[in-house]
């Protein structure tokens, strides 16, 4: 039994080297985008013995399989194959929204005159690792990884929705039908949503990130139908908060500029639609919708609603709230008095929060882009609900001023239901 024992402990120890290294294997062995820290050689095998068949700069981003502690499998470009792990160094990536009208070129290398290596479709989300001398950036969307130009990408702003399918939401790596999926997002679940794509929107759920069909969200509704006519402020220190409104659109004319600037600045908005516009403007109700705004109900023709029957309310709220979701397939999440006239029997037909509002720029009345920044800057405050029309020239002319000044001055763009929160 003595002769035995040594020949235990061999045995015990190559037992747990075996299951060590197989647990490593198992930990490590996802791909990962990592920075190549000094120039190294690029072996056929994870050994310096072997066959040397390439070298990588310093500098360089490479897709990396970790297969032990000393040796990771590299990919870059056409060159695969091992190189020591010390050479590598992690990186952190950052979210950016692909904001080329048309899309933007994925290159092989930071050139113009390099290899294309794909298209990234425009309002896609893809991950940025680094950059590259001449305004490049190194990215990864799905499995395709590459250099773009800079100016291409922007910060994308996220909006709350929730998860409305009873199933859950099928979440993919792309925005495709075909995508890997990579898992599944219940049913009731908040997310935040940075960009919808041909009818996919990407969402990120805690550890859960990627793309999920668009029609399987919905607007979170502050519940009740209380009136209000300005935002919750904000606790001290956080960035302050305005929320810009159009109402009596969608023009078919102005709507589409508003939207543009809107894009342009990455301001998020609500839009208050007169249902008769939105039945026949349908596309560009569609188009608000798919780029991240928030849509409200302003009746079927502006009528003033203290002035109707109970039934003749029902039926202009109504009316409206059918013809946007018959053009994006959800009905509007908040509502807005012609005239800002409201009493008990108006809001014994509303479902939804009646918004009004804390500074009117008058954009209705002057036809001025000038001084809807001058009625701005007089009344902004944390929390402001701005009043303007989408159906006025003047308006789209001015916008740009506002977004810019406020700004300037430290503030964020949200939802009407996001300020009430």
Excluded: C
Aim: charged share 20%; aromatic share 10%.
């Amino acid at each position: 039994m003595k002769k035995l024992f040594p020949y235990a402990i061999i045995l015990t120890f190559l037992i747990s080297f075996v299951f060590v290294d197989t647990a490593f294997a198992k930990a490590e062995s996802t791909s990962v985008i990592q920075s190549v820290v000094k120039d190294t050689a690029v072996y056929v095998e994870p050994s310096v013995e072997s066959t040397e068949i390439g070298k990588v700069a310093k500098g360089s981003y490479v897709t990396a399989t970790p297969v032990s502690k000393e040796w990771t499998l590299i990919k870059v470009q056409q060159l695969e194959g091992y190189v020591e792990t010390a050479a590598l160094v992690s990186i952190t990536s950052e979210k950016y929204l692909v904001t080329q009208k048309g899309g933007t070129t994925l290159f092989t290398y930071p050139s113009p005159s390099a290899q294309k290596a794909g298209l990234l479709n425009e309002n896609s989300i893809i991950f940025v690792y680094g950059s590259a001398p001449e305004g490049w950036s190194f990215v990864q969307y799905g499995h395709q990884t590459g250099y773009v130009a800079t100016n291409s990408l922007k910060k994308p702003v996220a909006t709350k929705k929730r998860v409305n399918a009873t199933n859950g939401a099928v979440l993919r790596l792309t925005a495709s039908p075909s995508g890997e999926v990579l898992g599944t997002i219940a049913n009731k679940t908040v997310v935040q949503q940075y960009t919808t794509l041909v009818g996919w929107a990407y969402v990120e759920a805690g550890e859960q990130k990627g793309y999920v069909k668009a029609s399987e969200l919905e607007n979170i509704q502050i519940p009740g139908n209380k009136v209000y006519n300005k935002g919750v402020p904000v606790a001290k220190g956080e960035k302050k908060r305005v929320a810009l409104t159009f109402d009596d659109g969608p023009d078919a004319k102005v709507t589409p500029q508003i939207l543009a600037t809107l894009k342009k600045y990455d301001a998020k908005a609500t839009f208050f639609m007169v249902g008769q516009n939105a039945s026949k403007n349908s596309a560009i109700v569609k188009k608000v919708y798919e780029a991240g705004y928030e849509i409200g109900n302003h009746t079927w023709n502006h009528s003033k609603l203290t002035t109707l029957s109970t039934a003749n309310v029902k039926q202009e709220v109504d009316r409206t709230s059918n013809a946007i979701y018959a053009a994006i397939g959800q009905y509007p999440t908040v509502f807005r008095p012609p005239y800002g006239a409201t009493n008990d029997k108006v809001r014994s037909v509303i479902t939804t929060p009646s918004i009004l509002w804390s500074i009117d720029t008058l954009d209705w009345k002057h036809h001025n882009a000038d001084k809807i920044l001058t009625y701005v800057k007089a009344s902004v405050k944390d929390g402001s609900i701005i009043l303007m029309h989408d159906i006025h020239q003047t308006t789209a002319n001015g916008l740009e001023n506002v977004i810019l000044y406020l700004q300037k001055q430290g503030y964020e763009f949200v939802t009407v239901s996001e300020i009430l929160q």
